[in-house]
């Protein structure tokens, strides 16, 4: 089974709607992240969580919110979709101290606002 | 903040050796990373190399590190087709817990 789980893996959706994606881990890890990745631009840092009552804004926040539910489960909401959040987004996990504070990254939601 | 530049595509023969450059902005890297993202699948770790090295070899896989013109390269001996991907390379300072990735190369390998 795979260490860090997203759903759902594809979504479309229309502009003004509210979506979330959910982002699950088994890796025991306190650190979690939401990335979101465009052509050419590389990854960008939305949000990120260093345990349970810790929440921190990254570069991109604007337009999104977070919910760290557990340690095991992150969740990225988008409160009114516009076109310009259409993007592949993924969660991370890390554990502090460990391997050069690797991060494990989950395979991705790719999302579609028309 | 730091900034993490590469270019954007390698084009490479199968077989061939392929070098993917990175440059960096903040002196106090501690930590510089590559990554590799297959298509359709999230970003994976290949190897890291910590500030204080100036090269690490792993099977196909060598890593150089100059610290003067924060300069980091990838380098996969005999390229397959299977290596076809976009690398990223990303660092991250003692100071702060998150690394900044830059924009990713995409290698693509041919016949």
């Known amino acids: 089974d795979a260490d860090v789980t997203q759903t759902p893996r594809n979504r479309i959706t229309k502009t003004g709607k509210r979506i979330m994606l959910e982002c699950s881990q088994t890796?025991?890890?306190?650190?979690m992240y939401w990335y979101r990745q465009d052509p050419g631009l590389g990854l960008r840092l939305i949000y990120y969580?260093?345990?349970?009552?810790?929440?921190n804004k990254g570069e991109i926040s604007d337009g999104y919110s977070v919910s760290r539910q557990a340690q095991a489960k992150f969740s990225l909401s988008l409160e009114s979709a516009i076109p310009n959040q259409t993007a592949l987004y993924f969660c991370?996990?890390?554990?502090?101290?460990?391997?050069?504070?690797?991060?494990?990254f989950g395979p991705g939601t790719r999302l579609t606002v028309l | 903040g730091e900034d993490v530049e590469q270019s954007l595509f390698l084009s490479v023969r199968e077989g061939d050796s392929s070098v993917i450059n990175c440059t960096y902005t903040?002196?106090?890297?501690?930590?510089l990373y590559w990554y590799k993202q297959e298509p359709g699948a999230g970003l994976q770790l290949l190897t890291y190399i910590f500030s204080n090295m100036d090269m690490k070899q792993d099977q196909r896989l060598t890593v150089l590190l100059n610290k003067k013109d924060k300069h980091l390269s990838l380098r996969i001996a005999d390229t397959q087709t299977g290596d076809s991907a976009i690398y990223f390379c990303?660092?991250?300072?003692?100071?702060?817990?998150?690394?900044?990735f830059g924009r990713g190369t995409s290698l693509i390998v041919h016949p």
């Open positions: 991370a996990t890390s554990d502090f101290g460990g391997a050069g504070d690797t991060q494990y």
């Open positions: 890796k025991g890890h306190d650190r």
């Open positions: 990303a660092g991250r300072s003692g100071g702060s817990y998150i690394p900044t």
């Open positions: 969580s260093f345990d349970v009552k810790d929440i």
């Open positions: 903040d002196s106090s890297s501690t930590y």
